[in-house]
């Protein structure tokens, strides 16, 4: 069994033993992948990683392009040039090519921290969302995606959204 089935389990069971029946339990179910596509904040941590990255992927744009540009005047020129200048263009585009994939690389992994920081921020901020609607409707439990049914009814994740765009 998952660990979320485990907690919904758990707190039933905690309710029920505090003399709870089901009448007076109030369950609330949240679709999280929604919130994380509709959130007012997914769309501005996009922006800000756009652009605090985009200068460094135009100039990974420019060093493809430079590659491009390169190889095809090799292609063109490469008969008519000596053993030597050939062989020196070559390793000139290899050197570009290494230099390109390692910022490329580097890039990949600064956007993936980045994006995982975003993320953390953003799932304080549904948790504390998700927790004011909860106590502010009485609710006894709300679960997260992973469920195998909810009904409409006990789903608050309009509400979960409505109070992020509060901000």
């Given at each position: 069994?998952?660990k979320?089935?485990?907690?919904?389990?758990?707190?039933?069971?905690?309710?029920?033993?505090?003399?709870?029946?089901?009448?007076?339990?109030?369950?609330?179910?949240?679709?999280?992948?929604?919130?994380?596509?509709?959130?007012?904040?997914?769309?501005?941590?996009?922006?800000?990683l756009?652009?605090?990255?985009?200068?460094?992927?135009?100039?990974?744009?420019?060093?493809?392009?430079q590659?491009?540009?390169?190889?095809a005047?090799?292609?063109?020129d490469?008969?008519?040039?000596?053993?030597?200048?050939?062989?020196?263009?070559?390793?000139?585009?290899?050197?570009?090519?290494?230099?390109?994939?390692?910022?490329?690389?580097?890039?990949?992994?600064?956007?993936n921290?980045?994006k995982?920081?975003?993320?953390?921020?953003?799932?304080?901020?549904?948790?504390?969302?998700?927790?004011?609607?909860?106590?502010?409707?009485g609710?006894?439990?709300?679960?997260?995606?992973?469920?195998?049914?909810?009904?409409?009814?006990?789903?608050?994740?309009?509400?979960?959204?409505?109070?992020?765009?509060?901000k």
């Amino acid at each position: 069994m998952n660990k979320l089935l485990h907690y919904v389990l758990a707190g039933s069971l905690v309710a029920f033993s505090m003399g709870a029946t089901a009448a007076e339990l109030k369950i609330g179910y949240v679709q999280v992948d929604k919130i994380l596509q509709e959130a007012p904040q997914t769309a501005e941590s996009g922006k800000k990683l756009e652009k605090e990255f985009g200068p460094r992927t135009q100039e990974l744009e420019r060093m493809q392009k430079q590659i491009k540009d390169q190889e095809a005047a090799l292609d063109k020129d490469g008969l008519t040039m000596t053993e030597s200048d050939r062989r020196n263009k070559e390793r000139d585009v290899s050197n570009i090519k290494l230099e390109f994939q390692r910022k490329q690389r580097e890039l990949r992994e600064d956007i993936n921290l980045r994006k995982n920081e975003e993320l953390s921020g953003l799932q304080d901020r549904i948790n504390k969302a998700v927790t004011s609607v909860a106590e502010t409707d009485g609710y006894d439990l709300v679960v997260y995606s992973g469920v195998a049914y909810a009904s409409k009814k006990v789903d608050i994740t309009d509400k979960v959204l409505k109070s992020l765009g509060k901000k």
